[in-house]
Nanobody, 123 residues
């Protein structure tokens, strides 16, 4: 059973930065993809970014390109989401997810999910 534990959320002002972390129990030398998703109040959960553990390939939602960076640390079994130039529209619960394979899936078709961490951006 894969376990994912997010941390790093909080309250930040517009234009600020946060780094989310997701500690994972996946075997990072295997073919796994980790993704970040977010869900704002009253809205559906949406894709933010994904990374392949083996190749390091990444993909991003258009709304965060150039502002967010996903990365992984194989030694620490941790995936990160560096979020810069935050706006109130980025306010949401952010979820870490994982799935077996090497394709960078942007749908919700991930097998494992964390509990989420709240990010609030004040204007």
């Amino acid at each position: 059973q894969v376990q994912l534990v997010e941390s790093g959320g909080g309250l930040v002002q517009t234009g600020g930065s946060l780094r989310l972390s997701c500690a994972t129990s996946v075997h990072t030398n295997s073919r796994y993809v980790s993704g970040w998703f977010r869900q704002a109040p009253g809205k559906e959960r949406e894709f933010v970014a994904a990374i392949a553990w083996g190749s390091g390939r990444t993909t991003y939602a258009d709304s965060v390109k150039g502002r967010f960076t996903i990365s992984r640390d194989n030694a620490k079994n941790t995936v990160y989401l560096q979020m810069n130039s935050l706006t109130p529209e980025d306010t949401a619960v952010y979820y870490c997810a994982a799935r077996y394979g090497s394709n960078l899936v942007i749908s919700l078709e991930y097998s494992y999910w964390g509990q989420g961490t709240q990010v609030t951006v004040s204007s």
